[in-house]
């Protein structure tokens, strides 16, 4: 093939592989005979059409760029080949409708190529289609109401507050009459800068804002963290303070005589008092504040407060303390509301200062005799039981208070009250997360509650000189902030009558006041894979979430009266490649959507259905049937599930590992329930009478390995003074364990048993049942890929345990069957991959005999279980092999650091020797499966048991 024809294919296969290629247009520009010939239309253009002017696609004009880059012509390079390569990287425009403005601001938004394809398509679309977009849909309430406020709502070159049409127009390239729909639909997913005042932080809003930028910024209390007051227009000026809720319109008036028929009141203010000192309130003194808080000349007092009140630090004038005011109304910090905006709101705008100052004095004098308490309010659960919200810096008994409302008494019996922790309270007071202050309590009443319905408020009375206004809430949102607390608290520290009480009168109130879930789309999208019931422990579910606007603050599963914990106290996030392919003008390819998670709550059954509910940041709660499979799976099947998506090389999923995936696998694990009589014992010949030593085989996977190994053993006349115990692990192959134990017995005449459970124990439980089964008081553990390799070695060993003193365990070399060592002691390591645990290692495997450690009895630390010889009464007085060790890992070297630390001593005779079929070589690290991430899972179990026991073991072998 020529140069020429392989530049050819390669170009075509540019076009293919970019997707960029628009046949029906290509279509209409070719003669007929195209058609005729069924020509391949790429191929076509790649060596005809580009040269007769024609274009590959709505984005490209072929004339215009050979025209515009000289260069480009001269070279008799394809045009369009060349702006996929090189063009669009040097912002080269493709289009005369494209402008440079538009190429920068998406080469600055994304970063594969097919992406930015894709924006020039649909921004020649929108530019061809003229589409407009509902300009009054996509305003906010609040927006609304100011456009009605200011008398602009005719404005309809004004789309948005923070959107200019005109200048977008412009400096995009795009017909001004469908500026709002391009940037709605396409431009804010590029960070195309909507108006010219915003143009000097779009960079910042980019490193802030993921996903759909606007929409956050304009949903943010001030959007003056980010933007300078004085670059904004004069209209998004009062938007700012408008949205503040803290200019009086017709105090303002009245105040500086303002002429309201010239200019609107806000907008003056806006545009000349705020910057001459004017107020915009009664109780707000600008003046007064600059000199206070010593703002420089650039530094506008309102604008400074609008910024910073949350810190407390700031008073908006010297007759309202912010801090004071807060602590009688906490709930303001906890919902972020400005506090002189509460103020001005609950008094009317008739109200003269003096009556203010009253109302401010008297709650400061209330301050400087040290408020204790404070009800925030209190709510109807039941026709008999109230709830009542609040805090208190020492203890109060509601018991011994007086309870009365329209002069009416109550009589109470408080039958729940807990302390909990409160950002706003615990802040206001300088104190740490240690102090609960915040406190919610269930009384119940003698009278019906309903009577309260016609009530606004419950006088609470403590002492003579203490009494208190706690505020009735009838309005259905309100059960939304205790059903939050009732959430955020769902553990052990909370009475669980008081979870079942809350939640059997909430729930039917949180369905009835619940958004519908695809109100929501447009701020997160989640997903649920797959929900599985963990008995005993909660739901497992995979999923993925995007939700780059933080609009979700936790997630729950309920079932009846159960609610469990919230998703986000148990969950790892990764990467998900479908989820971004799906979304990507949502999210970026790092971005981590993929979501594992438990919802704890032991008591949940398969007996009812479940619902999702999701709590927002903004106060909504979002209920949403959930669909949970109950069914009863094996162990190793919620391991799977919980271990797929972990990735053990990562820090934070290591993490993961010790937390809620550890407890999904010691859950499935413990609660496999080993408790109970054998299924069943058989014997194969006589049982030997008085046995020297049980030895105790556990058959998985593989039935076969008992002809073998009985094979060898049949051999030496020792092992008919032995008891063989094979214990079936695996009820799989049960057909086949029985027709090998049976023709295994016929042929070699060796006498043994089997001792069968029913199900699979994992190593360490299938060794403890047969110890349960054995006669003798000396045990042998023994896999059943260990094959003899001479006769006496049973015997060597029985004698070696017997002769020497305080012995514990004793192991044997194991040989691969290649005579090279596969066994000869274990030792303990830290690998760079995995620095914070400690990993067993064979020293010496795969070497041959005559380069290895001296056939001699040796004093050791730890000897692998595949081997391993111990009294029947040490075993039983340490309490066998370790259980929780989930299917079989380091459970050996766990019985080997227990007995060491009662004082015994480990051996390993290298005198004797065994094969063990184990493989040769197995590259531990490259292993993804969810078998080494369980091994990884027991390795971490057996540091944090042992690790400054095998720190100082390896810090002695080092000297």
């Not at 049409?165 to 469908?178: A, F, V």
């Not at 109470?412 to 206001?428: E, G, H, P, W």
């Not at 730890?862 to 111990?870: D, K, P, R, Y």
Request: glycine content about 4%; aromatic content about 14%.
């Amino acid at each position: 093939m020529t140069k020429s024809k392989v530049q050819l294919e390669s170009h075509i296969d540019n076009i293919k592989s970019n997707k960029v290629f628009n046949y029906e247009l290509y279509v209409k520009q070719v003669e007929c005979y195209v058609l005729e010939n069924d020509i391949d239309l790429i191929r076509h253009f790649c060596e005809i059409g580009w040269t007769e002017g024609l274009n590959p696609c709505s984005w490209f004009d072929t004339n215009y760029y050979l025209n515009k880059y000289p260069d480009v012509k001269s070279s008799q390079v394809n045009p369009f080949i060349h702006y996929l390569i090189k063009g669009i990287e040097e912002n080269r425009l493709p289009h005369p409708h494209i402008s440079l403005n538009f190429i920068e601001a998406i080469q600055l938004s994304i970063s594969k190529n097919i992406q930015k394809f894709d924006a020039l398509n649909k921004h020649i679309f929108f530019i061809k289609n003229n589409q407009l977009y509902n300009s009054t849909k996509s305003l906010t309430q609040q927006e609304k109401i100011f456009w009605e406020y200011v008398g602009n709502s005719q404005n309809s070159s004004m789309m948005h507050i923070y959107f200019d049409d005109e200048w977008y127009s412009r400096i995009y390239g795009i017909p001004q009459e469908s500026a709002w729909s391009h940037f709605i639909e396409l431009g804010k997913w590029l960070y195309l800068t909507p108006c010219e005042s915003l143009f000097p932080f779009m960079q910042k809003v980019r490193e802030i804002f993921k996903g759909d930028w606007f929409t956050q910024l304009m949903a943010l209390p001030h959007r003056l963290d980010i933007v300078d007051f004085l670059s904004l227009s004069d209209i998004q000026k009062s938007y700012e303070i408008y949205s503040t809720g803290l200019f009086d319109e017709t105090w303002y008036v009245r105040q500086y005589d303002i002429d309201d028929s010239s200019t609107h009141s806000l907008i003056h203010f806006c545009k000349n008092g705020v910057f001459e000192g004017k107020n915009p309130n009664n109780m707000f003194d600008q003046n007064w504040y600059f000199k206070k808080y010593q703002l420089t000349e650039k530094q506008l007092a309102i604008i400074h407060y609008i910024r910073n009140w949350h810190t407390l630090k700031f008073n908006p004038s010297e007759l309202f303390s912010i801090k004071d005011y807060v602590s009688s109304h906490p709930v303001l910090l906890e919902k972020n509301i400005e506090p002189l905006y509460y103020l001005l709101k609950d008094n009317s705008k008739d109200s003269s200062i003096n009556e203010i100052k009253k109302s401010v004095q008297k709650n400061i004098v209330t301050i400087e005799e040290h408020i204790d308490c404070y009800f925030d309010y209190c709510l109807k659960l039941s026709d008999n039981k109230l709830i009542i919200v609040g805090w208190e810096l020492k203890p109060i008994d509601l018991n011994v208070a007086t309870l009365s409302f329209n002069n009416i008494s109550l009589n109470q019996n408080v039958i729940f009250k807990s302390n909990f922790y409160r950002k706003d309270v615990n802040t206001l007071y300088q104190k740490d997360d240690t102090y609960n202050l915040g406190t919610i309590t269930i009384i119940e009443i003698e009278t019906s509650a309903s009577i309260l319905d016609m009530s606004t408020n419950i006088q609470i009375k403590l002492t003579a000189n203490s009494e208190y206004a706690c505020p009735f809430f009838k309005e259905k949102h309100a059960y939304l902030e205790v059903f939050k607390f009732v959430a955020k608290h769902n553990d052990a520290t909370v009475n669980k009558d008081f979870l079942t009480i809350c939640l059997a009168d909430m729930l039917p109130i949180i369905d009835e006041v619940a958004s519908k879930a695809n109100s929501y789309e447009d701020f997160f999208r989640i997903n649920v894979d797959s929900a599985t019931l963990i008995p005993k422990l909660g739901i497992l579910v995979k999923g993925w979430a995007i939700d780059t606007m933080d609009y979700i603050n936790s997630i729950y599963v309920v079932q009846d009266n159960l609610l469990s914990s919230d998703l986000y106290d148990n969950a790892e996030w990764f990467r998900r490649a479908d989820v971004f392919e799906a979304h990507p003008d949502l999210i970026s390819d790092s971005f981590k959507a993929g979501m594992l998670g438990l919802f704890k709550n032991s008591a949940f059954t398969g007996g009812q259905p479940f619902k999702f509910i999701i709590v927002t940041n903004y106060g909504d709660i979002i209920v949403r049937p959930i669909k949970v499979s109950t069914s009863i799976k094996a162990p190793s099947q919620y391991m799977q599930e919980a271990l797929q998506h972990l990735n053990v090389n990562n820090e934070l999923h290591l993490s993961s590992l010790q937390g809620f995936v550890g407890e999904v696998i010691d859950s499935v694990w413990t609660n496999k329930s080993v408790e109970g009589a054998f299924d069943s014992i058989k014997h194969y010949g006589h049982p030997v009478k008085n046995p020297k030593c049980s030895i105790i085989i556990p058959i998985y996977g593989r039935s076969d390995f008992i002809f073998y190994q009985l094979a060898q053993m049949s051999q030496d006349p020792f092992m008919k003074e032995v008891e063989i115990i094979y214990v079936l692990d695996d009820p799989r192959i049960i057909d086949q364990f029985e027709k090998y134990s049976s023709e295994s017995y016929e042929l070699f005449q060796l006498p043994f048993k089997t001792v069968q459970y029913g199900r699979n124990l994992g190593y360490a439980g299938a060794n403890n049942m047969g110890c349960k089964a054995a006669e003798s008081n000396q045990l042998l553990l023994l896999n059943s890929d260990v094959m003899p390799k001479d006769i006496g070695w049973l015997k060597q060993m029985l004698d070696i345990y017997g002769q020497e003193k305080d012995i514990g365990i004793l192991g044997a070399r194991l040989l691969f069957e290649d005579n090279t060592i596969q066994h000869d002691g274990l030792e303990y390591f830290k690998s760079p991959q995995y620095p914070s645990f400690w990993l067993i290692d064979h020293p010496g495997k795969g070497l041959p005999i005559s380069l290895a450690e001296p056939a001699s009895l040796k004093q050791i630390d730890s000897v692998t279980g595949a081997c391993l010889m111990i009294s029947k009464d040490l075993y039983q007085e340490v309490g066998g092999l370790d259980e929780s060790y989930a299917y079989g890992d380091f459970e050996d070297s766990d019985l080997c650091l227990t007995v060491l630390s009662l004082g015994f001593k480990n051996y390993i005779d290298r005198r004797i020797s065994l094969y063990h079929l184990e493989r040769q070589s197995q590259n531990l690290f490259d292993d993804i499966s969810w078998k080494f991430k369980l091994t990884i899972f027991n390795a971490l179990k057996h540091t944090y048991r042992w690790d400054s026991t095998i720190s100082k073991i390896t810090k002695s072998i080092g000297n």
